[in-house]
């Protein structure tokens, strides 16, 4: 066991020794991140497995903060005379503004997690055989639903990861994580016109997840998402109504707000929330809120990647700009306290500000009644990739799955349609929540990074947003 002692015959005295070889030429913080995984990864393209990776990894990674400046190391090699030579090299990286005092580490403390991720059927434990046989499964059915579809791409990906952190205030921590994910990917056509149907389904979870969700019925949802969309009339165009159906997922407030509220963006000025800590920014009828404590979430852990505990952040509340999301070395910089966002894709990269599960707070109003409210609009059921900038808000998404509104009901689908707009502005315009939730899981990138999250909204009426699309 990597982390415990056995396969690296690192100790506690061991990590302490690293830390002060880290802090030799002056600094007032320095951590190490110890990482051992696991993982697989099944891939099905063209009626055939075109890809299965299994395999383990394990290394540490070193960080050395003086002067509001990071440097960071990383090695696979975890012998004690390695990591002392990466730490003594780090250590004179950054030069010093004045005469270096070197900073001995507080004695190590181990922390207990305040809770622990449930995994009944952990994946690892799973025949790759069996693995293989679940990707055929979603493969056969999403072919199979209907002769128009052309293409079906199945990913498949579970890991499991033991990180243990120790840093220079004295912190001793660790945490155990495993994840599953399943995501199907459908494209169909019909004279000439292509559509393409997404479902994906994961979390910090183990193979009970298929009980709940079997993987025909994701393949089935992705699928039938392709062959409607094919049958569907043109979008119309022009600003009008929308709702957004919780279904669609949080990818707007993910992409369109959640970055501009991370801590590093915001300082450099990057951010379009910049500045801007006690001003109403939305509706108030808007609460954003990001939570890595909600069980069994893709974006969920007990401690983050510096070792600060899990919490609950509210973002922005009925209206109100409340906070950033921070890492330690971006609330170095404000003289504030690490939310618990400073995540990083390995032991191979430094942490950062990052999301976890960022979500709009369920209002009061049941969502049919949203619907009914709508003499003519959008209703977005599935949104897809986009742009956005987070200097000044504008953004463009697809809608992968939309429907007129008519008299207050749902009508024909429609394709083709694009939402553009400020994200800004739509915060401030929405003047209808729902009682509902619905999440959207995936992988967010960020300086090359990426981090499992997962996002959601309730039903949302958006009064005006610009619609792109090809009818009148």
Same mark, same amino acid.
């Given at each position: 066991?990597?982390?415990?002692?056995?396969?690296?015959?690192?100790?506690?005295?061991?990590?302490?020794?690293?830390?002060?070889?880290?802090?030799?030429?002056?600094?007032?913080?320095?951590?190490?991140?110890?990482?051992?995984?696991?993982?697989?990864?099944?891939?099905?393209?063209?009626?055939?497995?075109?890809?299965?990776?299994?395999?383990?990894?394990?290394?540490?990674?070193?960080?050395?903060?003086?002067?509001?400046?990071?440097?960071?190391? /990383?090695?696979?090699?975890?012998?004690?005379?390695?990591?002392?030579?990466? *730490?003594?090299?780090?250590?004179?990286?950054?030069?010093?503004?004045?005469?270096?005092?070197?900073?001995?580490?507080?004695?190590?403390?181990?922390?207990?997690?305040?809770?622990?991720? @449930?995994?009944?059927?952990?994946?690892?434990?799973?025949?790759?055989?069996?693995?293989?046989?679940?990707?055929?499964?979603?493969?056969?059915?999403?072919?199979?639903?209907?002769?128009?579809?052309?293409?079906?791409?199945?990913?498949?990906?579970?890991?499991?990861?033991?990180?243990?952190?120790?840093?220079?205030?004295?912190?001793?921590?660790?945490?155990?994580?495993?994840?599953?994910?399943?995501?199907?990917?459908?494209?169909?056509?019909?004279?000439?016109?292509?559509? +393409?149907?997404?479902?994906?389904?994961?979390?910090?979870?183990?193979?009970?997840?298929?009980?709940?969700?079997?993987?025909?019925?994701?393949?089935?949802?992705?699928?039938?998402?392709?062959?409607?969309?094919?049958?569907?009339?043109? *979008?119309?165009?022009?600003?009008?109504?929308?709702?957004? /159906?919780?279904? *669609?997922?949080?990818?707007?407030?993910?992409?369109?707000?959640?970055?501009?509220?991370?801590?590093?963006?915001?300082?450099?000025?990057?951010?379009?929330?910049?500045?801007?800590?006690?001003? @109403?920014?939305?509706?108030?009828?808007? +609460?954003?809120?990001?939570?890595?404590?909600?069980?069994?979430?893709?974006?969920?852990?007990?401690?983050?990647?510096?070792?600060?505990?899990?919490?609950?952040?509210?973002?922005?509340?009925?209206?109100?700009?409340?906070?950033?999301?921070?890492?330690?070395?971006?609330?170095?910089?404000?003289?504030?306290?690490?939310?618990?966002? &400073?995540?990083?894709?390995?032991? !191979?990269?430094?942490?950062?500000?990052?999301?976890?599960?960022?979500?709009?707070?369920?209002?009061?109003?049941?969502?049919?009644?949203?619907?009914?409210?709508?003499?003519?609009?959008?209703?977005?059921?599935?949104?897809? &990739?986009?742009?956005?900038?987070?200097?000044?808000?504008?953004?463009?998404?697809?809608?992968?799955?939309?429907?007129?509104?008519?008299?207050?009901?749902?009508?024909?689908?429609?394709?083709?349609?694009?939402?553009?707009?400020?994200?800004?502005?739509?915060? @401030? !315009?929405?003047?209808?929540?729902?009682?509902?939730?619905?999440?959207?899981?995936?992988?967010?990138?960020?300086?090359?990074?990426?981090?499992?999250?997962?996002?959601? @909204?309730?039903?949302?009426?958006?009064?005006?947003?610009?619609?792109?699309?090809?009818?009148?």
């Amino acid at each position: 066991m990597l982390l415990k002692g056995g396969g690296s015959g690192l100790q506690a005295d061991h990590l302490s020794q690293v830390l002060a070889s880290l802090l030799s030429r002056g600094g007032p913080f320095a951590d190490l991140f110890l990482e051992e995984t696991e993982a697989t990864s099944i891939i099905c393209e063209e009626d055939k497995i075109e890809h299965i990776l299994s395999g383990c990894d394990r290394g540490a990674g070193l960080r050395l903060i003086k002067d509001f400046q990071t440097v960071h190391g /990383s090695s696979s090699d975890l012998s004690l005379p390695s990591l002392l030579d990466l *730490a003594s090299y780090l250590a004179g990286a950054l030069p010093a503004k004045r005469a270096p005092v070197p900073t001995p580490p507080l004695p190590l403390g181990a922390k207990d997690p305040p809770w622990s991720h @449930q995994i009944r059927i952990p994946p690892q434990e799973i025949p790759l055989e069996k693995k293989v046989d679940l990707v055929m499964a979603a493969n056969g059915v999403a072919r199979g639903l209907d002769p128009r579809i052309r293409q079906v791409r199945v990913i498949y990906r579970d890991g499991w990861r033991r990180a243990r952190i120790a840093n220079s205030d004295g912190l001793l921590c660790e945490e155990e994580r495993v994840g599953v994910l399943l995501v199907v990917q459908v494209v169909a056509s019909q004279d000439g016109i292509i559509q +393409t149907g997404y479902e994906a389904n994961g979390g910090v979870v183990g193979w009970e997840i298929f009980e709940e969700s079997s993987p025909e019925g994701v393949a089935e949802k992705a699928a039938r998402r392709a062959i409607h969309m094919l049958e569907a009339e043109p *979008a119309p165009a022009g600003p009008m109504m929308v709702v957004l /159906s919780s279904e *669609a997922g949080g990818t707007m407030i993910h992409e369109a707000v959640g970055h501009g509220l991370e801590s590093d963006l915001a300082q450099e000025g990057l951010s379009i929330f910049s500045g801007r800590l006690g001003e @109403q920014i939305a509706s108030p009828l808007i +609460t954003v809120i990001d939570d890595p404590t909600i069980p069994q979430r893709r974006g969920s852990y007990v401690f983050d990647d510096e070792g600060t505990e899990a919490q609950r952040t509210i973002l922005v509340e009925a209206g109100v700009l409340k906070g950033y999301l921070y890492d330690r070395l971006a609330a170095l910089k404000n003289g504030c306290r690490s939310t618990g966002n &400073g995540r990083r894709q390995s032991y !191979q990269y430094k942490p950062i500000p990052r999301m976890s599960n960022t979500l709009i707070a369920p209002g009061v109003t049941p969502p049919e009644e949203i619907i009914r409210s709508v003499s003519r609009g959008l209703l977005v059921k599935k949104m897809g &990739g986009g742009q956005v900038n987070t200097v000044n808000g504008d953004f463009i998404f697809e809608v992968t799955e939309g429907y007129r509104i008519e008299g207050g009901e749902a009508g024909p689908a429609v394709r083709g349609a694009t939402l553009t707009g400020n994200g800004l502005r739509i915060l @401030q !315009q929405i003047d209808m929540v729902g009682s509902d939730l619905g999440f959207g899981v995936g992988t967010c990138g960020k300086d090359g990074q990426g981090a499992p999250v997962s996002d959601a @909204q309730p039903t949302l009426r958006i009064p005006e947003i610009i619609v792109g699309g090809t009818s009148a």
